[in-house]
């Protein structure tokens, strides 16, 4: 099953990280430069924007980007160390899958488990891009192991085999705080094991809970302290508790909320599980589990789908359903072990049992090609242009990029500032030059077009590669162009007269 994982997920190793989501492996792959090349700090990492370094951004605990910044440190800067981490951390997933479900349903169930969790589409995909998330569901899923098996093999006050559980825990959390939601089945799993009162009289409860929670705690609280960009913090605040406040005391919003669930029902179902795999998930949980696994299971199901109404339903992109595959990989694989026990134990039903078994994997991992097989792609004019300036401007030049993707800005490798040019003022880049922005990538060029303001202040720049995909501004003050001012103000005479008629200007502007 990792060998079939491995060749899955080696599909795009070398491509730039341009492909899905750009964005975010954007991010990433600067963190980890920046840790490489700025400061081996992993309680700093920095993005390339907002301005000249250091960029510091609260995000969750770097492991990916820090692990890939040793790396660089003996073999140069590499995207391609990145998606090993990845996938390692993906592989590490399937085996942990292997013992979970062989330990609580039998052979077969781990055999299933690892099997399915290695070709769904979503964690192949997802298993090889430069991101946080694979190695949150490796945590995740290790802590729900170690701690299931030491919570239903335990004495009461016994302490033996408590830690590892509490240890991935933690590490889960820190990778990404919606790892949280493991503490709802691990607490289902004692409850049941030791009714309600001897969960809470039991120390290692509370042990368990200050680990899981308390460095996460202390990380914030470090990074918040001296980042510029509050991405956790403000997604939640900003979005997420808004939304579920709007959602709780309106009808109407409540319904909507839960169209939004339906629709990131429709993600896992695709992208993610497959639909194959989606409905094995969904026969699974009819099938009855062995009881001991029962407050696991449900409680993973019910942390998961609760997770999903409160944030999935605001930040729509699939691979926050991830906490998903691992429960349905292992859930399916106790079904398939409760099918298998239904087989008759002579060779030739075992072997057509076994056969059919192997189709439906081979089904689901060709199919689960065809389900993400865009997201492989990438815009290879893009990277050739990125690159061009790369090897054109100068080296620490700081940069006004007209356009949102820290991708490109990546592959620029400038620092700067990305911005949507058609919302960009004249007073917006005043400030950055004064801050030392030497040039403006045109990336939008018709949107930066329309912004008639914008676009006529930077006429008094000259343009480098005017004829190219990105036309470049040089903003230096001490180029600017004879006769600027006069044309600046003919510009503002033009305004007020109502005669402006600049390129674009009856343009629509995009959303």
Do not use: C
Not at 288 to 296: G, I, S, V
């Amino acid at each position: 099953m990792l060998l079939l994982g491995l060749a899955l997920r080696l599909r795009g190793l070398h491509d730039p990280i341009l492909d899905h989501p750009g964005w975010r492996q954007g991010d990433t792959a600067a963190i980890a430069r920046n840790f490489a090349t700025l400061d081996l700090n992993p309680l700093h990492p920095q993005t390339d924007y907002d301005g000249p370094p250091p960029n510091y951004v609260e995000l969750e605990l770097q492991i990916v980007p820090f692990l890939a910044a040793l790396l660089y440190k003996v073999f140069g800067v590499h995207e391609v160390f990145g998606r090993l981490i990845s996938i390692a951390f993906s592989l590490g997933t399937v085996a942990i899958l292997g013992f979970f479900g062989r330990s609580l349903f039998g052979t077969v169930a781990g055999v299933a488990a690892a099997a399915l969790f290695a070709v769904y589409p979503g964690s192949v995909y997802y298993g090889r891009t430069f991101m946080p998330d694979t190695a949150m569901v490796f945590f995740l899923t290790g802590a729900l192991f170690f701690a299931t098996r030491y919570l239903l093999g335990a004495e009461p006050r016994a302490w033996r085999g408590f830690w590892p559980g509490a240890l991935f825990a933690g590490g889960a959390i820190l990778a990404k705080p919606v790892a949280a939601l493991e503490l709802v089945p691990i607490l289902a799993v004692s409850v049941a094991r030791f009714g309600a009162g001897g969960t809470l009289r039991r120390p290692q409860t509370w042990a368990l809970l200050a680990l899981a929670i308390l460095p996460y705690w202390a990380y914030d609280a470090s990074v918040a302290r001296i980042a510029e960009w509050h991405w956790a913090s403000g997604i939640t605040r900003l979005h997420v508790l808004p939304s579920l406040a709007h959602a709780l005391t309106s009808a109407p919003a409540f319904a909507e909320k839960l169209r939004a669930l339906r629709a990131a029902g429709g993600m896992l179902a695709t992208t993610m599980l497959g639909p194959l795999g989606f409905g094995l998930f969904a026969l699974g949980i009819v099938v009855p589990a062995a009881r001991p696994a029962r407050p696991l299971l449900f409680g993973w199901l019910a942390a998961a789908v609760a997770y999903a109404f409160v944030v999935v339903t605001v930040e729509r992109v699939d691979y926050y359903l991830y906490p998903f595959l691992p429960l349905a990989a292992l859930w399916t694989g106790a079904a398939a072990a409760r099918a298998w026990a239904l087989v008759p134990n002579v060779p030739r039903a075992r072997v057509v049992a076994a056969a059919i078994g192997a189709v439906a994997i081979a089904a689901l991992a060709f199919d689960g090609r065809h389900r993400v097989r865009a997201y492989y792609a990438y815009p290879k004019a893009v990277y050739r242009a990125a690159a061009a300036l790369d090897a054109t401007l100068p080296r620490d030049a700081l940069v006004v990029m007209g356009h949102y993707d820290p991708s490109v800005l990546y592959y620029i490798d400038r620092k700067g500032w990305e911005e949507d040019p058609y919302l960009w003022t004249p007073f917006d880049e005043q400030s950055a030059i004064r801050k030392g922005a030497r040039s403006f990538i045109a990336i939008e060029n018709n949107r930066f077009r329309r912004n008639v303001e914008l676009y006529a202040w930077m006429q008094r720049f000259p343009v480098r590669y005017a004829d190219a995909l990105w036309p470049v501004y040089e903003t230096d003050p001490a180029r600017v162009l004879p006769g600027a001012e006069l044309r600046w103000r003919e510009f503002r005479r033009l305004e007020r007269a109502g005669a402006l008629t600049p390129p674009g200007a009856a343009a629509t502007p995009s959303p």
